[in-house]
């Protein structure tokens, strides 16, 4: 008898540790989260991607200083082709999307900081102004510089980021994630890539902030 309660107390004891450790692991609610989302994408619309809207935008800056880049051509399934090659890619895919915008995948990429935005407020809501000022101000190393500096090295980053998953044909939700749900190769090399990248980065930030 002493045995089995000394088995039990163990057991509880271990399955208290165990949920201390899950509720620390936020995290893992977030990303499973993440999978359901891009899941129901894939399942029930199209696999996502998000850095392909950024060359529509700014193609439909470029069509509307140079009306011309964008041509009709009814020998192609998509009906569009452009002067441009970039955009002629693909059978004119990306030249139809940047004639007629307003779909998906553009929507899904606009919702992008509305949801983020959205988020903002419930947290701020539930843990209050002054508590998310000084999170913030612990997780950036920006906080409390100028404008200037909290804003113009992000920029610049996301520009190099963004270039570079447009010279790759797709970032990380498109690559990684759906690739990865799809089987793609590229997609397993380009999370093997950006994981090989991005752990010894944010080693040498930490240890350099610490």
């Known amino acids: 008898m002493s045995e089995r309660l000394q088995d039990a107390k163990i057991k509880k004891r271990n399955e208290v540790g165990f949920m201390k450790w899950m509720k620390k692991q936020k995290w893992m609610g977030a990303a499973a989260l993440l999978g359901i989302v891009f899941f129901l994408a894939v399942l029930l619309v ?98 409390g510089k100028s404008r200037w500096r909290q804003y113009f090295a992000p920029f610049i980053g996301g520009f190099i980021l963004l270039y570079g998953a447009r010279m790759a044909d797709g970032c990380t939700s498109g690559h990684m994630m759906s690739g990865i749900m799809q089987g793609s190769i590229s997609g397993y090399l380009f999370a093997a890539a950006v994981f090989s990248v991005a752990i010894p980065t944010a080693v040498l930030v930490h240890r350099k902030r610490s």
């Open 46 to 143: 199209k696999p996502i991607g998000v850095s392909t809207q950024f060359s529509v935008l700014s193609g439909i800056v470029h069509s509307t200083i140079d009306s011309a880049v964008i041509t009709g051509d009814d020998e192609r399934d998509s009906g569009y082709g452009s002067t441009n090659a970039y955009y002629d890619k693909s059978e004119g895919r990306l030249a139809a999307n940047i004639k007629h915008p307003m779909n998906y995948d553009f929507i899904f990429v606009l919702a992008i900081p509305f949801g983020a935005y959205a988020a903002h407020l419930l947290r701020k809501k539930k843990y209050g102004t002054q508590s998310m000022e000084s999170a913030e101000s612990e997780s950036c190393p920006l906080a």
